[in-house]
């Protein structure tokens, strides 16, 4: 290498530039993902990059699996026509080979989407001709029988690679061909043209687009962020500038890999850091998968953290008297050693001796049991975490630390550390990146990983920067004195209600959400005399409420009518409405009765709601308030 | 609630039910009701806890946390002579028969519990005109009858002891097609002829949808669904789970995969 690096320093075991602020960005030497993806796989070699479940057992597949295997599937696409710049779309599950593809494309110059499973045939049309995709890859039968209903107004796909032969093995079809046949039509060219995929590799540049990101879309159809490699490899030096992770850490992947947080956090920071990365086998199965794993470092929603919240809180409240106050001594100790520690004050002797205590007689076996006993570090994000849940998590000895970023930040904007944590804030702006708050309180922010644009789509762009180039995060918030960020609402959200008063919904439903009852609420109001709200319950957690207490229901929408879960509901509402003015208080609310899936407009694939759908969909409801 | 509750006519109450096998939960808070003169059917897949509902309603196994009701009576503490005697009685999985005894000493064992000797008689003639067959073979030993015979024996003898409701665990369980609609004939007529309340379990959705009045569905020790009959056929996912109608054909001509459950 000819060319003179910025100053570089050494963090945590990486090489990254001295000065955050200034790009090019480099990893390890390396400014682009294939690049370094390159060097990792030579010098790791034999050792255990992902770990994938089949029939039960943990399987291991080396650095060099996946170098191969990217390789093959990135020159089998190109052999058949994929030109750099070109778009591969991928439409699966997690699983190595949806990291095998994200990397072999990349590797040969071309740009990598992912499309949620959940996603119906006629959203998989439009990603697919919106990304101008020329080759899409699918994961089994079911995937590929929403190409089917829609191939014909697909006409720009050359080939449909199935990842999964299953139930398919006397299919036949011209535009589709099977993973391993791709597998093989690579090796061959590789054969042939030994020096092509090096050569691809070199000519990958930070400014070239690496993915597209397609954001979720609350309103209006989806919009595909554009991220380079460059804005990667400063997500990747920032985030783990503040957040270490080790190439010794195992580390679990369960959220959809098309979803920036995860595909920052699964496949560009494992790279960088040489951590291993395990597939969870099903999202039905992730609590299981955490026992079996136990990762050093783990990134979840909140949601799942209020799960694993519950799953606890449940047992507890079937233990016998003497246990129960086992773990209420515990709790207390623990959360005085929290309190401690979150004051930067040494540890009183009395609290160190009640804490360790404790810890060994109670607290180490309940991280156990939730697969958290080696876990350094464990992050939030994507949606706001209750403070007491983090409280909770912090005095039984497991650091959640919550952070805030989006597609357009290529993940991350702040995050908080074990050396600078506020709970309740979202963290201050990681190194080299600047947060400010606008007059109207939108949070904008510049950095070398905001997004290059959306996908063929200047207008929204434009919308998207402000005049002097910072991102526009659409979200209102506040810094305080020492640089923390918090996160009230979303600017678009913004409820006028007839009076003329400017409600900020995000606000009052987040502290809803904060109930484990409460799953999710979507604040109504615009251009209404009052507020009203529309209640997603915790099934799990109200169905155990109702268990205990004796309150009758048969399925979902009778555990919603019952009077009690109403009254519960209502209790919730009523609490919050005291931390609020009159004209902020929810005067009524209604339960949505329907278990809403994934595969719901209403829901995101992180399961939050989505307004615009929740308020069309559930006109009656909402009327019947009014 | 489902079935509207406070309805006078209702013979079965369960609310809240749990049950356990060892540690393992097996019914995780159901609530249903069953009214005079109804078929109910329950529906579910292997291990949904269809089974451990009937035996915890018939007494063979207590419940954890719960109340079951009788005519507005709790009976969820009682054994299952007593719960018997009040007018319950469980027709269990695979028959359960005695095999040494033969077809009448059988039938005779279902009238155990009562004290009214002398209408015995009359009732065995009853039952042996629903059944003609056990008639021919009263004298023979109940092992050696035939699957769909055997069953016919174990309702036989369930209704003996004059139940106001009987339970049935999977009546059409190892019987041809043709045996199965039979049965299931029976049981309708007896519903409406002996005026026996009946709520029955199967895993052959489509018998018991076509014989049933009202339905739940359960998976995983919990009821995910209740509705009539009639509407239960109709929902899409009962289509597709258990009564194998493929939805919409594809491009391709077959299917393996199934779709996502919803339950609405």
């Known amino acids: 290498m000819t060319q003179t690096l910025p100053p570089q320093e050494k963090v945590h075991g990486l090489m990254i530039n001295t000065d955050l602020s200034k790009g090019p960005f480099y990893i390890d030497g390396m400014d682009t993902t294939p690049k370094l993806f390159r060097k990792r796989c030579q010098n790791l ?33 190109v052999s058949m026509g994929l030109k750099p710049g070109a778009v591969v779309s991928i439409l699966s599950e997690d699983s190595k080979e949806w990291m095998y593809t994200d990397m072999g494309v990349q590797c040969v110059g071309a740009i990598c989407a ?58 036949k079809d011209p535009q589709i061909i099977f993973l391993d046949d791709l597998y093989r039509i690579g090796a061959a060219y590789d054969a042939a043209n030994p020096s092509a995929f090096d050569t691809l590799i070199d000519a990958t540049k930070p400014e070239d687009t690496a993915i597209l990101v397609y954001t979720s879309g609350t309103t209006g159809k989806p919009k595909g962020a554009m991220i380079s490699h460059g804005n990667l490899i400063y997500s990747v030096s920032a985030g783990l500038h503040d957040g270490p992770v080790f190439d010794t850490d195992d580390q679990l992947c369960f959220l959809p890999l098309c979803h920036i947080l995860e595909r920052v956090f699964s496949v560009n920071g494992p790279i960088a850091a040489a951590s291993t990365i395990n597939f969870a086998e099903s999202p039905e199965t992730i609590f299981d998968n955490l026992q079996e794993v136990s990762p050093q470092t783990f990134v979840a929603v909140p949601r799942l953290w209020e799960k694993i919240y519950s799953q606890v809180a449940i047992r507890i409240g079937d233990a016998t008297g003497v246990q129960k106050w ?91 550390s074990e050396i600078a944590n506020k709970i309740g804030t979202v963290g201050p702006a990681v190194p080299g990146s600047q947060i400010r708050v606008a007059v109207d309180g939108e949070v904008q922010y510049t950095a070398g990983n905001v997004f290059q644009g959306y996908w063929k789509d200047r207008e929204k762009t434009a919308e998207t920067f402000t ?67 529309l209640v997603m319950i915790d099934q799990e957690n109200v169905e155990k409420f109702a268990q205990d207490r004796r309150v009758p229901f048969s399925n979902y929408a009778s555990l919603c009518a019952a009077q009690e879960v109403q009254d519960l509901i209502r209790e919730t509402v009523d609490d919050v409405n005291q931390d609020f003015a009159r004209v902020e208080q929810i005067k009524d609310f209604r339960l949505i009765n329907v278990l809403l899936t994934a595969d719901d407009d209403e829901l995101t694939p992180t399961m939050k709601l989505k307004r615009s759908f929740v308020e069309a969909k559930h006109n009656k409801l909402i009327s019947q308030m009014y | 609630m489902s079935q509207d509750a406070t309805q006078s006519n209702v013979v079965l109450q369960v609310d809240n039910l749990e049950s356990y096998y060892g540690p393992i939960m097996a019914i995780r808070g159901v609530s249903l009701s069953v009214q005079e003169g109804q078929i109910v059917t329950v529906l579910g897949a292997n291990g949904a806890g269809k089974t451990t509902l009937l035996k915890t309603i018939s007494g063979v196994m207590d419940p954890e946390k719960g109340t079951i009701k009788m005519d507005g009576d709790d009976i969820q503490s009682l054994e299952p002579d007593a719960i018997v005697r009040r007018g319950i009685v469980h027709v269990p999985e695979g028959r359960e028969i005695f095999p040494l005894m033969t077809v009448a000493e059988n039938i005779a064992m279902g009238a155990y519990t009562r004290k009214d000797r002398s209408n015995i008689s009359h009732d065995e003639e009853m039952v042996y005109s629903y059944f003609p067959i056990l008639k021919d073979r009263r004298l023979q030993r109940a ?47 007896l519903n409406r002829e002996q005026k026996v309340t009946m709520m029955l379990v199967e895993q052959n959705a489509k018998v018991a949808l076509d014989a049933a009045d009202y339905g739940y569905v359960m998976e995983l020790g919990r009821i995910v669904m209740n509705d009539s009959a009639g509407v239960l056929a109709a929902s899409k996912d009962i289509q597709e789970f258990y009564l194998g109608v493929s939805q919409d054909e594809n491009q391709r001509g077959q299917r393996r995969w199934k779709q996502r459950k919803t339950w609405r």
């Not at chain 1, 939030?380 to 909770?392: C, K, R, T, V």
Request: include cysteine; proline fraction near 4%.
């Open chain 1, 45 to 77: 070699g034999d050792r255990t990059a992902h770990r994938e479940k089949r029939f039960g057992i943990w399987r291991s597949h080396s650095w060099d699996d996946y170098f191969t295997r990217a390789k093959y599937l990135g020159l089998g696409l």
């Open chain 1, 114 to 171: 992912g499309v949620y499973t959940t996603d119906s045939a006629v959203q998989l049309e439009y990603l697919v001709n919106n990304s101008d995709s020329r080759f899409l890859l699918v994961e089994n039968d079911e995937q590929l029988d929403k190409f089917l209903q829609v191939r014909d107004h697909m006409p720009d796909l050359i080939k449909v690679i199935v990842i999964n032969r299953d139930g398919l093995h006397d299919f």
């Open chain 1, 326 to 416: 086992a773990y209420a001594q515990a709790l207390k100790s623990g959360a005085a050693r929290a309190k401690c520690l979150a004051d930067g004050k040494p540890l009183p002797i009395g609290t160190k001796l009640a804490y360790r205590f404790w810890d060994f007689a109670l607290l180490q076996n309940l991280r156990r049991m939730i697969g958290m006993d080696r876990l350094r570090r464990g992050g939030s994000g994507a949606a706001p975490i209750s403070p007491d849940l983090l409280q909770w998590y912090h005095s039984i000895g497991v650091p959640v630390l919550e952070g805030y970023g989006m597609t357009e930040s290529s993940g991350i904007i702040s995050i908080n």
């Open chain 1, 467 to 533: 005049q002097d180039g910072w991102l526009r995060t659409g979200d209102i918030g506040t810094l305080d004195n020492q640089g923390f960020l918090t996160i009230t609402g979303r600017l678009k959200d913004i409820i006028i209600t007839a009076g003329g008063k400017n409600v900020t919904p995000a606000e009052i439903e987040n502290k809803l959400k904060f109930s484990p009852y409460i799953s999710d609420a979507v604040v109504i109001g615009d251009k209404r005399k009052f507020l009203t709200c």
């Open chain 2, 143 to 189: 092992g050696t009858l035939s699957g769909g015979q055997q069953q016919m024996l174990a309702i036989g003898r369930g209704l003996m002891s004059h139940p106001k409701l009987m339970l049935l665990d999977e009546p059409s369980l190892g019987l041809s097609p043709l045996l199965t609609q039979e049965i299931f004939e029976i049981i309708v007529r």
